[in-house]
């Protein structure tokens, strides 16, 4: 299957600092990532849906102006959280998939997630 | 908001045993699709199924869909120690441009 990959792994911050997390598809251009946070023992909620060259479009409830999404090329998706704090503790995880009407058009390629400890 | 709800929460299990996890969505779906997660890990994309499928099968799993119950159970049989992990369903909901919409989850722990 395709490859996606998320950088950093993991990341400690202090309040009020930003953080870029990474989201690369390895072997595949991705047309469109998606974003996700998860809190411990809880499912994935969508926060937003990038497409290459496009501004996101970012779910109920999830400040745009937080969380920077930019989808410059068809392989990389960044996620900017600003001025952290430790509420925005969590485990981020993007998704990309392609564009085309192959059999796999509706399935999503998963990162190995980023986590982000804020003190 | 979250458009499935999985049960049980928890399951479990002594190896060997089959595991049956069921899903339930409120709305009108393109596609329903299975993924397992380890703990603190990525997604697994495990099997998929259109609206217009009632059952698939892929190895040891066994996913069947029904529309008008809007719910769908994923069934592991033969479990192994190494099948331990969150499995959840995910919605790819009719005209949200193919966005996918989580459920609760459930954890399966499988014993020796």
């Known amino acids: 299957g395709a490859v996606v990959s998320q950088h950093p792994s993991w990341v400690i911050c202090k309040s009020g600092t930003s953080v870029k997390i990474e989201c690369r598809s390895l072997d595949f251009q991705a047309t469109t990532m998606f974003w996700y946070r998860q809190f411990p023992k809880q499912s994935l909620m969508l926060m937003a849906t990038?497409?290459?060259?496009?501004?996101?479009?970012?779910e109920q409830g999830v400040e745009k102006d937080k969380f920077l999404i930019n989808h410059a090329s068809l392989t990389l998706s960044t996620l900017t959280v600003t001025s952290a704090h430790p509420e925005d503790s969590s485990f981020y995880i993007c998704?990309?998939?392609?564009?085309?009407?192959?059999?796999?058009?509706?399935?999503?390629?998963f990162g190995p997630g980023t986590r982000l400890t804020v003190l | 908001s979250q458009q499935g709800e999985e049960d049980p929460q928890a399951l479990s299990i002594q190896e060997g045993e089959n595991a049956t996890m069921n899903c339930s969505y409120k709305t009108s779906i393109n596609n329903l699709q299975w993924y397992r997660q380890n703990s603190g890990r990525g997604l697994v994309h495990l099997i998929l199924?259109?609206?217009?499928?009632r059952e698939k099968h892929s190895g040891r799993l066994r996913v069947t869909l029904d529309t008008s119950k809007k719910s769908s159970s994923l069934l592991i049989t033969a479990s192994r120690a190494a099948d331990t992990a969150s499995y959840f369903c995910a919605t790819d909901r009719t005209g949200t441009a193919s966005k996918l919409t989580f459920g609760t989850g459930t954890r399966l722990q499988v014993t020796l």
């Open positions: 990038s497409n290459e060259g496009s501004k996101a479009t970012y």
């Open positions: 199924i259109r609206s217009n499928e």
């Open positions: 998704s990309a998939r392609g564009g085309g009407q192959s059999s796999s058009y509706n399935e999503q390629f």
